[in-house]
């Protein structure tokens, strides 16, 4: 049996040329469109046109609010195109809390609950008219295998709704315009205390414009005005606002912060999100990229480059195992992609001390089944070379590395295999130490770890507990899933619940 063959269609999530060149296109500079009349306040102002974004808009844009919508990249849904190789993941089969790292999983629960699976499926097939196909791995794609069928019907839908998109709009500086909304209403001057006292309450006879903000937009015609090398560096240091020119203010009177995080920041995920939340007075769980490959110094790397085979990877740290994920596993030049590798990747970041990772390339076998199975081969198959028995579990490549490092002649017969050697090609094929250096960072991060802490948000509506008319939902939020379409779940699901609940 080929141990490579049933896994290939796992790596298409990993990206491919086309990503790149779509990476590369992003730099190129692009007109923006030119406001000739002014335009009404409107209701919902929706910061961010990622996928969590731009269901946030559709969903308050159909609970009856005028909404716009801002875009920081001058070209809209970028990671949406990108995703699962240009293909769009956009779900999973089953999806539970039990799929995401991050803040309370019952509060994650609750959100998917809202808008589950089910409701995904029939709101793809018969609302955005993207008929969807799911493939033996569990997960969802469009039929069409590409992920701009999906952008489209997002826009289309938003479009068909009045949502107004705005693009090459960052914003970068978040007010509230409460003292003066205050004093035309006649609450009196003490309107901040009020607000804070009332959090997320609605006060009677209070109309919705209490709640207004204004918001600072830097014009964005490329890349180049969002600082990858500030993202470099970020950790648990404060986030300021950006250090950008605010070309215009646009007013609003509820905002959803649907602004991402820090991966692949040339789409402009460079972490000004997490400065307007800041502002606003929220915590940040400081970032760590997440689904971003492993760099190693492996000599697997060199001696079995491109190859793919279904792998448990273990983490260590301090002497214990603190987590482990299966999947297949793609060795690289550089280290290890597949989504073995990104699962573990957050898991790498956020260990402390010393760390290593191991590879285990007989999932479900132990040291007990695998002798059993190398004496069984020396009584009954005495002919059988090393090469054909370590072929039973790994590919012929790294066999050919197994035998080298356990000083065995792949050629030579089992029986004529000392103890010792013997013992060290099953403990390379159980436990072999991948010698993990880091990751790739943000730059190939398919989604950030960290984010707002998710016990900051009102769990039914996402709406802040510190900052009235502010809701939070996406990536922004301290909620990241394992690879498989679950992040563009969450996305969904979050983006329904504040749009909702915004719109209002």
Same mark, same amino acid.
């Given at each position: ?146 992920? *701009? %069928? #999906?952008? $489209? +019907? ?9 949502? =107004?998109?705005?693009? !090459? ?48 937009? *830097? %014009? #964005?015609? $490329? +890349? ?9 560096? =970020?950790?648990?240091? !404060? ?45 940040i769980v400081p970032p760590v990229p997440a689904l971003t490959p492993l760099t190693a110094d492996d000599p697997l790397c060199r001696d079995a480059q ?199």
């Amino acid at each position: 049996m080929d141990p490579t063959g049933k896994i290939k269609r796992d790596i298409d999530d990993q990206p491919k040329t086309s990503v790149e060149g779509l990476l590369r296109s992003i730099e190129e500079p692009q007109p923006l469109p030119v406001e000739t009349e002014p335009r009404p306040m409107p209701d919902v102002a929706v910061i961010g046109a990622g996928a969590a974004g731009l269901t946030a808009a559709l969903r308050a844009a159909q609970s009856g609010a005028r909404v716009v919508l801002l875009n920081a990249h001058p070209k809209i849904g970028l990671k949406i195109l990108m995703s699962g190789g240009t293909r769009c993941n956009v779900t999973h089969e089953a999806v539970s809390e039990r799929d995401f790292n991050g803040g309370s999983r019952n509060v994650i629960a609750r959100i998917l609950r809202a808008f589950d699976v089910a409701a995904t499926l029939a709101w793809f097939e018969d609302e955005l008219d993207v008929p969807l196909k799911l493939e033996e791995s569990g997960k969802y794609f469009p039929v069409t295998d590409e992920a *701009q %069928t #999906v952008l $489209d +019907a997002l826009l289309a839908a938003c479009n068909r709704a009045g949502v =107004r998109i705005e693009s !090459g709009a960052r914003v970068v500086r978040i007010e509230r315009d409460a003292k003066e909304i205050a004093k035309e209403e006649e609450y009196g001057a003490d309107v901040d205390e009020l607000l804070v006292e009332t959090a997320g309450v609605s006060l009677p006879g209070n109309p919705s414009s209490i709640r207004n903000f204004r918001l600072g937009i *830097q %014009t #964005v015609r $490329d +890349a180049t005005a969002f600082d990858a090398g500030i993202v470099s560096r =970020r950790g648990g240091q !404060g986030w300021a606002p950006p250090n950008a020119k605010v070309d215009r203010w646009v007013s609003a009177r509820r905002v959803i912060l649907a602004s991402g995080g820090l991966s692949f920041p040339r789409t402009g995920s460079d972490g000004a999100g997490y400065a307007l939340a800041a502002s606003c007075g929220h915590t940040i769980v400081p970032p760590v990229p997440a689904l971003t490959p492993l760099t190693a110094d492996d000599p697997l790397c060199r001696d079995a480059q491109g190859v793919t085979i279904d792998a448990e990877l273990a983490l260590w740290a301090g002497g214990k195992r603190l987590e482990v994920v299966r999947g297949s596993l793609l060795i690289a030049h550089f280290g290890f992609s597949g989504p073995a590798a990104l699962d573990l990747s957050r898991h790498w970041l956020r260990a402390d001390g010393e760390r290593r990772v191991t590879a285990n390339f007989a999932p479900g076998a132990t040291h007990e089944t695998m002798m059993a199975a190398w004496l069984d081969a020396v009584k009954n198959a005495p002919e059988r070379t090393v090469r054909r028995q370590l072929g039973r579990w790994v590919p012929e490549r790294i066999a050919a590395r197994m035998c080298v490092e356990a000083g065995v002649d792949p050629a030579r017969a089992v029986p004529q295999v000392s103890r010792e050697q013997r013992s060290a090609l099953i403990e390379q094929l159980l436990e072999r130490d991948l010698r993990v250096k880091g990751t790739l960072g943000y730059e190939k991060a398919e989604v950030t770890a960290g984010g707002v802490a998710l016990s900051e948000v009102d769990a039914s509506t996402l709406v802040s507990r510190f900052s009235p008319g502010l809701y939070l939902c996406g990536e922004i939020l301290d909620v990241e899933g394992r690879l498989g379409g679950f992040n563009f779940q969450w996305s969904w699901s979050s983006g329904t619940v504040a749009g909702r609940a915004a719109g209002k």
